[in-house]
């Protein structure tokens, strides 16, 4: 196994990183463009939230095109980074209105490490072209967590259609599965402003008698 997906855990046994991730790895290598999130982030969500510490996943769609931005976390953004993407900072609106927070930053890698996975459908992106990754075959990565992850009660945030699509690789069980508008500028307010996810997701960790998110962090 290689160094890169040895820092994977359970995640490395996936199918798909003997079947699939070999060629794609081949692909963006070979690409001519900047590519983004460097290559020692891109597996970053997966390794700083393995599969027995997963307790709620948040899907999200490609990494930010922007330069500087991604760095292999959905929606997250380096420490540094201002303004934050429209997106975040509607997730950060949300955050205040529903449980009071205000974060010093947009990254989110303090929600990874207390078992928040934030993945992306799609791991990879040329700079400042969104989507052009998208037919590479990165999804199948994300049907494949979905359905290790949901082995056991797990809540899952579907922001989104293309999110929302993804729920069929959910396998049944007891789990928290919350559906609202992407919180894009473009449908946010559509749905998503007034969705309270982050208590709501609080509220069914204590009924599972497992420790809240601190979403300070």
């Known amino acids: 196994m290689s160094a890169e997906l040895a820092g994977l855990g359970g995640w490395s046994e996936l199918p798909f990183f003997t079947e699939c991730y070999p060629a794609i790895a081949q692909a963006v290598a070979e690409d001519p463009r900047v590519i983004l999130p460097p290559t020692e982030q891109r597996l970053a969500a ?3 939230t393995p599969p027995e510490a997963t ?14 931005h991604a760095h292999g976390l959905a929606f997250s953004v380096a420490p540094d980074v201002r303004p934050l993407p429209r997106s975040l900072n509607n997730i950060f609106k ?6 009071g927070v205000v974060k010093p930053s ?12 934030l993945l992306n459908t799609v791991l990879s992106v040329p700079a400042g072209e969104a989507n052009g990754h998208k037919a590479l075959g990165w999804q199948r990565l994300a049907h494949e967590v979905l359905a290790l992850s949901s082995r056991r009660p797990t809540a899952y945030i579907l922001w989104g259609k293309q999110a929302q699509g993804l729920e069929k690789y959910i396998q049944p069980g007891d ?7 992407h919180p894009s500028p473009l449908s946010a307010r559509r749905g998503f402003f007034g969705s309270r996810p982050f208590s ?3 509220r069914w960790l204590t009924e599972q008698d497992q420790p809240t998110i601190d979403w300070n962090a």
């Not at 307790?55 to 500087?68: A, F, S």
């Not at 789990?175 to 508008?181: E, G």
Request: glycine share 12%; hydrophobic share 40%; net charge negative.
């Open 46 to 48: 997966l390794s700083l």
């Open 55 to 68: 307790r709620v996943v948040i899907l999200g769609q490609d990494p930010y095109p922007t330069p500087g």
């Open 94 to 99: 949300e955050l205040q209105d529903d449980v």
């Open 106 to 117: 947009g990254d989110l890698r303090g929600w990874a490490r207390q078992g928040v996975l």
């Open 175 to 181: 789990h928290l599965i919350l559906r609202t508008a």
């Open 200 to 202: 709501t997701v609080n």
